[in-house]
């Protein structure tokens, strides 16, 4: 998703907090600013925007799936996944 994101909190270059529970509250962040942004968008009658910032409202769903399907990190373990690296948002500039 190489585009301009519709609203701050959907901006995919923001860094993934670490928590399990500020990730989701991030993601939810991003799923209800873009349902917002859609539902404007299509009262404007845009509906092409509205149907871009629908498929980025998408991707956010599906990171709110599979965020709430991760495990609790176990408090012994050192090992915790990196989202920045999964996503695709590495240093690799």
């Not at 190489?2 to 399990?20: I, Q, Y």
């Not at 529970?21 to 509906?47: K, W």
């Not at 509205?50 to 599979?66: I, K, N, P, S, T």
């Amino acid at each position: 998703m190489n585009r301009v994101p519709f609203t701050a909190t959907s901006d995919l270059r923001a860094p993934m907090p670490d928590g399990p529970g500020a990730r989701l509250d991030r993601v939810h962040a991003a799923v209800a600013s873009l349902a917002a942004e859609e539902r404007r968008l299509a009262r404007l009658g845009l509906d092409d925007a509205a149907r871009r910032c629908r498929g980025q409202r998408r991707y956010w769903e599906f990171l709110a799936a599979v965020f709430t399907l991760e495990p609790e990190p176990d408090p012994g373990s050192a090992t915790a996944l990196d989202w920045d690296a999964l996503l695709g948002r590495g240093d690799a500039a």
